[in-house]
């Protein structure tokens, strides 16, 4: 986004400049899809992992192995995920939000684009 936001904000215009903004577009979204895509797809290999152990048959085990699975279950129960910060997790929906932003942005500085050249 701030590369939208340099952008727009030094340029007068923007006939020249659509190779640039449509490479900038293409490489950002290619880079947020492959992340958010890398961060779901280890949130879905967990996730079947998990399932995959809970239907193991464990009752005919000994003492020592089922001790090892519940420890395993419970370590597995708490969900694995890339995270920048607190609240945003790598995945599909930060996608989504950041496609959200992207636009916003876009018409944001769309509107005071053309403010500027407009002054009524």
């Known amino acids: 986004m701030s590369i939208v936001v340099c952008y727009f904000g030094f340029e007068d215009s923007l006939r020249d400049q659509y190779f640039r903004i449509c490479a900038i577009t293409i490489m ?29 048959e464990w009752y005919d085990w000994d003492e020592f192995n089922k001790k ?8 597995l129960s708490k969900p694995i995920k890339i995270k920048f910060s607190e609240n945003i997790s790598v995945n599909y929906e930060m996608g989504v939000q950041m496609g959200k932003a992207f636009f916003s942005t876009i018409s944001v500085m769309e509107g005071l684009y053309k403010s500027k050249s407009d002054p009524f």
């Open 28 to 56: 950002s979204f290619t880079t947020l899809l492959g992340t958010a895509g890398f961060g779901q797809a280890i949130e879905d290999y967990k996730t079947e992992i998990f399932n995959a152990l809970v239907e193991v």
């Open 68 to 75: 090892m699975y519940l420890m395993l279950l419970i370590s």
